[in-house]
């Protein structure tokens, strides 16, 4: 491809999708920020900015032909996603209000979320999806590339922004420790259900 321009907005749509569409991400992203608030998931929604387009990156680099080569190593990874998903829904299930004995000590960290980004299937048939569609079949492309990763880089932020300031909203109506509890316990639910989608 000598010019990737005409790329910008299909692929701004579809990053876009991807990104503000339900997911693992999203789900703990709005639970965060009922139970932790806005700023204190700062850290959370910069390692998903930062996680999503380095794997991206990885697998523009031939991470797919690896796992291609060896599917045992994707059959370990989707283990291991699954493990990661259901410790994380039980977190948010039993996850108490800040002042409650056995609540969550602090929201997931910066680091945590860029390694949750390598064990998320929704992640993994993102990316896959991306480069499938947006780059030129049968080479390899180092402007295509940058564009999706950038793009992602660009559009992640201000797309988990929406849902945490969304989680931050709810948390106004749940005026109650049994309201939050039943909110948590539904998200929880949610994000364990998303764990059928490495089976379906």
């Known amino acids: 491809m000598t010019n990737g321009y005409h790329l910008l907005a299909p692929l701004f749509m579809f990053a876009l999708a991807a990104s503000m569409t339900p997911g693992p991400n999203v789900i703990m992203l709005a639970a965060s920020g009922v139970n932790h608030g806005f700023r204190r998931t700062i850290p959370h929604m ?23 080569a060896w599917p045992q190593i994707h059959y370990v990874l989707k283990i291991a996603g699954t493990l990661y998903l259901l410790y994380f829904a039980c977190r ?15 929201p997931l960290s910066f680091m945590q979320a860029v390694i ?13 999806s991306a480069f499938a569609t947006f780059t030129t079949v049968g080479r390899m492309d180092w402007s295509e590339i940058a564009l999706i990763c950038t793009m992602f880089f660009l559009v992640s ?25 039943i909110f948590n316990y539904i998200m929880g639910g949610l994000l364990a259900a998303s764990v059928l989608v490495l089976y379906m």
């Open 46 to 68: 910069i390692g998903i900015t930062v996680g999503f387009p380095t794997m991206l990156l990885a697998l523009g680099l031939g991470l797919d032909q690896i796992f291609a």
């Open 92 to 106: 948010i299930a039993l996850s108490a209000t800040a002042g409650e004995a056995g609540g969550p000590a602090v």
């Open 116 to 128: 949750f980004q390598w064990v998320n299937p929704k992640a993994w048939v993102v990316g896959l």
């Open 157 to 181: 932020f201000p797309s988990v922004g929406v849902w945490c300031l969304f989680g931050t909203q709810i948390r106004r109506y749940l005026t109650s420790t049994r309201h939050l509890k």
